[in-house]
């Protein structure tokens, strides 16, 4: 039976994926898995021995769509559920399931405060769209898979970081979903070892600040590794604190100590790290009983209300002694 799951975006939504592919390929005799994702984002499951293809998003969604047409699919498990995964379920006119948004519920809860969202990870609204294959959640976890060649060699870091480190993810998609630089800093200061700062080109000069104000046991890492270089630190490090972010989900899939720390967003949209196996691993910080919270199901640019409670209102010093215990 050959399969096409359909997820092109973003870093830790891609990752939440993970136990479908798995399991698909486990439980269905004869199951051929084909991903089709952003270019960007092959890296996250083209090492995976669950995938059989990985077939790349670039500009042209007609391009893909007719390449994916050739293949001749059984089945779609459309786990984006959008325009274009619609477009592409058309064009192949095979059967397709497609996973429940809630987006009903979401607006209610972001907008009248209504929370109406089922107590369930979006890991299990994933694996509904193989049910119908006789496919159950096997409670293992995320997976994300690094070739030894892909990884950061810990002989590379600083010496005082080989013995092991707390990995600071700084960076969000979003500045709602991020603590401001000086709590940051603070909360850098305040963890206890060496640290490795990790996130992209555009959380460096971030990054700066908080090596500057905590001095030598910081190495600051941002910009310096692809998605799966990142990754690999994360999977090194002995805990790590993150947003609301793909770093939160990456750490997740490989079983790490992690305290995500959330703002203007919430884990009841069904998004928390997800450690089945291992649930003491996974640690919440937010500011519960804020009345403007969650104000959106992604993020904004700046907090719309201005105060921005929801992270400055942060117990900093509580998150410190949760990482450093």
Not at 6 to 27: A, E, H, M, N
Not at 94 to 120: C, G, Q, Y
Not at 287 to 293: A, D, E, M
Request: glycine share 8%.
């Amino acid at each position: 039976m050959k399969i096409l799951v359909l997820r092109f975006s973003s870093i830790g939504d891609i990752v939440l994926t993970s136990p479908v592919l798995r399991c698909v390929k486990q439980q269905v005799p004869g199951a051929e898995v084909h991903v089709a994702t952003k270019r960007g984002f092959i890296d996250l499951v083209a090492h995976s021995p669950y995938v059989d293809h990985v077939h790349a998003l670039d500009e042209d969604l007609g391009d893909l769509t007719r390449r994916l047409k050739a293949m001749g699919f059984d089945e779609v498990i459309d786990l984006h559920h959008n325009l274009r995964t619609s477009r592409i379920k058309r064009a192949l006119s095979v059967p397709s399931h497609s996973f429940p948004k809630r987006n009903i519920e979401k607006w209610l809860l972001v907008n009248f405060k209504l929370d109406r969202m089922p107590t369930e990870h979006i890991v299990d609204r994933y694996m509904s769209t193989v049910a119908h294959l006789g496919v159950k959640n096997d409670g293992q976890g995320l997976d994300l898979f690094i070739p030894s060649d892909r990884e950061v060699d810990p002989s590379t870091l600083p010496e005082a970081h080989r013995a092991g480190y707390v990995a600071m993810a700084i960076g969000a998609a979003h500045a709602t979903k991020r603590l401001p630089e000086r709590m940051l800093a603070e909360l850098a200061r305040l963890v206890q070892g060496p640290l490795v700062l990790i996130g992209g080109q555009e959380d460096r000069a971030v990054a700066r600040a908080i090596a500057t104000e905590v001095g030598g046991r910081v190495y600051d890492a941002t910009g310096q590794y692809d998605i799966l270089g990142s990754a690999s630190l994360i999977r090194q490090a002995k805990k790590v604190m993150a947003h609301d972010s793909g770093a939160m989900h990456i750490a997740a899939a490989f079983r790490r100590p992690v305290m995500s720390v959330w703002g203007n967003t919430v884990p009841e949209f069904g998004m928390g790290p997800y450690i089945p196996t291992e649930p003491k691993n996974a640690m919440t910080a937010e500011v519960k009983g804020l009345p403007c919270r969650p104000c959106s199901k992604i993020g904004h640019g700046q907090c719309p209300k201005g105060h921005f409670r929801c992270m400055e209102d942060q117990d900093l010093r509580a998150i410190a002694n949760t990482i450093n215990a």
